[in-house]
């Protein structure tokens, strides 16, 4: 860490203490500590990072940008290469939470319309005893007891942990998708699994629209179908050539609708109280079991809660290029991220 000054430090701390930081944040603390904006200085801004990112390879750490999927927003944080999702959460979670953490993710991940996203209800319903035998040669017979044991309330509790801490997020008043921090952590987690990625940035496409030709499976994220389709009369699939159709993202910019975190709800809650109203609904109407059947009442309801928009109208920059700052070598890692 020799060569790195006291700016260098700076940049650095700040992402350690306060985790992933939305790009323009993040350009405002570069600009106080430099004196340099990135938007004019790009190199400037380029060079202090690729300076950065050589000295972290030697820790297994990478400053890196990523982009949310859910408002198409750039976000910097600083990663560690190495540790598998026991070793990232680890200090704070338990392995039952992270357990419940995997399980959501690898939910999420096999959405095949690519919503980014499951109920809340469906986390609640996720059994931990499912998810423990996955990746091991562990029967039901071995589930420990604290699998068996993680109730409601702690799965409740933890929901609300992990969106705080940005590892999830709330995408509407009652659905849960990936926060920002494991866009920014598992992006080579994503490459290594072969997920389906979008067709113009090649990233995986974890929320993104699909096209609705037959037998054509290409996806593409919001914000990057913006920036393709910019200007262009015709909007045609990349790959099977037919009209693309229009997006959510069009008829929410129409409608003026763009939804984000503080935005109020229908019934004119803050989205956050709404879910946790909705959850506590849940939770105190079957307080006596562990699961929530589909077809109940409380059931029905929360899916009612779903009709809120998505995701903020998309920015059409392209997303940052970090190629040229060195990564350090990615672990192989296997499907089951964090098997226990
Ligand atoms: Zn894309
Ligand atoms: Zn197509």
Redesign the pocket.
């Known amino acids: 860490m020799s060569q790195l000054g006291w700016r260098h430090h700076t940049l650095i701390q700040t992402l350690l203490t306060r985790g992933p930081l939305e790009e323009k944040e993040f350009y405002s603390v570069f600009a106080g500590v430099s004196g340099k904006s990135p938007e004019v200085h790009k190199k400037i801004f380029d060079d202090v990072l690729f300076k950065i990112n050589k000295e972290l390879a030697y820790v297994q750490f990478e400053l890196r940008g990523c982009r949310n999927q859910y408002d198409g927003k750039v976000y910097y944080g600083v990663v560690n290469t190495i540790a598998d999702e026991q070793s990232k959460l680890g200090t704070k979670y338990s392995v039952p939470q992270i357990v419940f953490y995997r399980a959501i993710l690898d939910a999420i991940m096999q959405d095949a319309t690519a919503q980014g996203c499951i109920s809340s209800i469906d986390a609640l319903n996720i059994r931990l005893e499912n998810q423990a035998g996955q990746g091991s040669s562990g029967s039901q017979s071995h589930v420990p007891y604290v699998f068996k044991s993680f109730t409601l309330a702690q799965k409740e509790t933890t929901l609300n942990e992990l969106v705080l801490d940005q590892w999830l997020c709330s995408t509407t008043s009652s659905d849960i998708g990936l926060g920002v921090r494991s866009f920014i952590d598992l992006r080579g987690w994503f490459r290594s699994n072969d997920f389906s990625t979008?067709d113009?940035?090649?990233?995986a496409?974890v929320k993104?629209e699909i096209c609705k030709s037959e037998n054509c499976n290409v996806r593409?994220?919001a914000?990057?179908l913006q920036k393709k389709f910019s200007g262009k009369a015709a909007r045609l699939c990349p790959s099977c050539g037919k009209a693309w159709h229009v997006s959510q993202t069009d008829q929410e910019d129409e409608g003026g609708a763009n939804a984000t975190q503080t935005q109020a709800t229908s019934d004119g809650l803050p989205r956050a109280k709404r879910l946790r109203r909705c959850k506590t609904e849940a939770v105190e109407a079957d307080q006596n079991r562990n699961h929530v059947p589909s077809g109940s009442p409380i059931s029905r309801r929360l899916r009612s809660c779903k009709a809120e928009a998505v995701a903020d109208a998309a920015e059409a920059e392209p997303a940052p290029d970090l190629r040229r700052h060195p990564v350090a070598p990615r672990t192989r890692r296997s499907r089951n991220v964090g098997a226990v």
């Open positions: 979008c113009v940035c090649n990233e496409g993104a593409i994220h914000y990057c």
